[in-house]
């Protein structure tokens, strides 16, 4: 890792966050099973130094950013919180899309009424494929865009980013204001390294989602890679670790925000900030994948 903090948004954060996407119940719906421990591990991530949490309104819905704010507020002055907006959830957990600009203006106000702030440092954009949506609620990406920057003048964003878009889209995102992108990758899937490179390129930060598979069930899951355990025996380390630590030896503007809703596999996801992979390391770890 060749530094522990990158910018975002003008904020100095460290590269080890948290997304609060696991604190939710099965299917990020619903309470959490055990609401004190979730409030715990919130807290203890701020303990241990994070401050970037990422997180959204329909995470629950309305559950994530509760129990941010109840675990949480007063913030510290350096926590960076993070949502998103362009989805809704119906009652059975489904996925819809609320990308007209009035449907994310309401949904900003809606975070910010939740989270107990008047202005957020960065909200995203999640973009659904074209294909994924009916016509009626086809938004072309420029409107989408135009209105988070309208967002940004009204002064409830300092800035925006995008999520879930291919590299041209991170591209047109990015020339019009975006300050990061948040895709899916990780070791085992590599299929967005363009996109990392263009943020690399124009300094914006990356932060991958899915870091190590294992919240999506057709992505295979880092830590069940053979190789990715051999190297993690060898070092003394977890398989986890050693997967979150290679994401943040690929560029110095990745920010990971892996999720949990334990203590303990909180604490190990922040110790991988620690792991060293040496170059041998790498080049075993991108070789043929292991069965």
């Given at each position: 890792?060749?530094?522990?903090?990158?910018?975002?948004?003008?904020?100095?954060?460290?590269?080890?966050?948290?997304?609060?996407?696991?604190?939710?119940?099965?299917?990020?719906?619903?309470?959490?099973?055990?609401?004190?421990?979730?409030?715990?591990?919130?807290?203890?991530?701020?303990?241990?130094?994070?401050?970037?949490?990422?997180?959204?309104?329909?995470?629950?819905?309305?559950?994530?950013?509760?129990?941010?704010?109840?675990?949480?507020?007063?913030?510290?002055?350096?926590?960076?919180?993070?949502?998103?907006?362009?989805?809704?959830?119906?009652?059975?957990?489904?996925?819809?899309?609320?990308?007209?600009?009035?449907?994310?203006?309401?949904?900003?106000?809606?975070?910010?009424?939740?989270?107990?702030?008047?202005?957020?440092?960065?909200?995203?954009?999640?973009?659904?494929?074209?294909?994924?949506?009916?016509?009626?609620?086809?938004?072309?990406?420029?409107?989408?865009?135009?209105?988070?920057?309208?967002?940004?003048?009204?002064?409830?964003?300092?800035?925006?980013?995008?999520?879930?878009?291919?590299?041209?889209?991170?591209?047109?995102?990015?020339?019009?204001?975006?300050?990061?992108?948040?895709?899916?990758?990780?070791?085992?899937?590599?299929?967005?390294?363009?996109?990392?490179?263009?943020?690399?390129?124009?300094?914006?930060?990356?932060?991958?989602?899915?870091?190590?598979?294992?919240?999506?069930?057709?992505?295979?899951?880092?830590?069940?890679?053979?190789?990715?355990?051999?190297?993690?025996?060898?070092?003394?380390?977890?398989?986890?670790?050693?997967?979150?630590?290679?994401?943040?030896?690929?560029?110095?503007?990745?920010?990971?925000?892996?999720?949990?809703?334990?203590?303990?596999?909180?604490?190990?996801?922040?110790?991988?900030a620690q792991v060293r992979l040496t170059?041998?390391?790498?080049?075993?770890?991108?070789?043929?994948?292991?069965?």
């Amino acid at each position: 890792m060749t530094n522990d903090t990158f910018s975002l948004a003008g904020h100095d954060v460290r590269r080890m966050g948290y997304g609060a996407m696991q604190l939710p119940g099965p299917g990020v719906m619903g309470p959490p099973r055990d609401r004190d421990a979730a409030l715990a591990v919130l807290r203890r991530a701020v303990e241990l130094g994070v401050n970037h949490i990422d997180t959204a309104q329909f995470y629950g819905p309305d559950v994530a950013n509760e129990l941010i704010r109840a675990a949480l507020h007063p913030y510290p002055d350096d926590l960076v919180l993070v949502s998103k907006v362009g989805a809704r959830r119906d009652d059975a957990g489904a996925w819809l899309p609320a990308q007209r600009p009035e449907q994310l203006q309401d949904d900003v106000r809606q975070n910010l009424r939740e989270l107990g702030v008047e202005r957020l440092p960065v909200v995203n954009l999640r973009v659904m494929p074209r294909e994924e949506i009916a016509a009626e609620d086809y938004v072309p990406l420029d409107e989408q865009l135009t209105a988070m920057r309208e967002l940004v003048d009204q002064g409830l964003l300092e800035a925006f980013g995008v999520s879930n878009v291919p590299p041209e889209q991170a591209r047109v995102a990015i020339d019009a204001g975006a300050v990061c992108v948040q895709n899916a990758y990780n070791l085992l899937f590599r299929d967005d390294e363009a996109t990392l490179q263009l943020c690399a390129e124009r300094r914006i930060a990356y932060v991958p989602f899915f870091p190590l598979g294992s919240a999506f069930p057709n992505m295979p899951k880092v830590t069940e890679d053979k190789t990715v355990q051999a190297v993690a025996a060898r070092l003394g380390v977890t398989a986890s670790q050693v997967g979150l630590a290679w994401l943040l030896q690929q560029a110095d503007n990745v920010l990971l925000i892996p999720g949990t809703s334990s203590i303990a596999h909180l604490e190990e996801n922040i110790a991988a900030a620690q792991v060293r992979l040496t170059d041998a390391d790498i080049a075993e770890l991108e070789g043929p994948l292991a069965d």
